[in-house]
């Protein structure tokens, strides 16, 4: 399969440069889109009443997403920074921009192995997924 437009769902943390990594191999050689996206879920239902909580965390989401887009030697696309329900808005955000691949990170740590949001994201994905273990 080829693929045309590949988003990189980021957690902002120290391991994101490593999904980049890997989704530019991938996008390089096919010359595909290529976009990041974070979603940011931890306040999603805890804060809805307080907007300039989530403006100050969404303006510091969108400080980060820079930082990473400036380290990639890629054309980024789009840079989507929200908050909600992981699975909900990157199915949105797929079928918004017709992306066809989706790479995600997954921390393979003891509580991730309890509570993980890979689950949730893999039996709500409309389309391919690549999953990269994140070791921390």
């Known amino acids: 399969m080829t693929y045309k437009h590949i988003m990189v769902a980021v957690d902002l943390s120290e391991e994101s440069h490593l999904l980049v990594e890997k989704a530019i191999a991938l996008a390089n050689p096919l010359n595909a889109k290529l976009s990041f996206i974070h979603i940011d879920d931890s306040y999603a239902e805890a804060y809805i009443g307080f907007v300039d909580i989530k403006a100050k965390l969404k303006e510091a989401s969108q400080s980060e ?3 990473l887009v400036d ?9 989507l920074v929200g908050s909600g329900h992981l699975d909900e808005e990157l199915s949105q955000a797929i079928e918004k921009y017709n992306v066809d691949l989706l790479v ?3 921390h393979q740590n003891f509580v991730s192995k309890f509570i993980s949001s890979a689950k949730k994201i893999i039996n709500s994905s409309p389309v391919d997924m690549l999953v990269v273990p994140l070791n921390h």
């Not at 380290?71 to 840079?79: L, N």
């Open 65 to 67: 997403m820079q930082k």
């Open 104 to 106: 995600c990170g997954h």
């Open 71 to 79: 380290m990639t030697d890629y054309p980024v696309k789009h840079t």
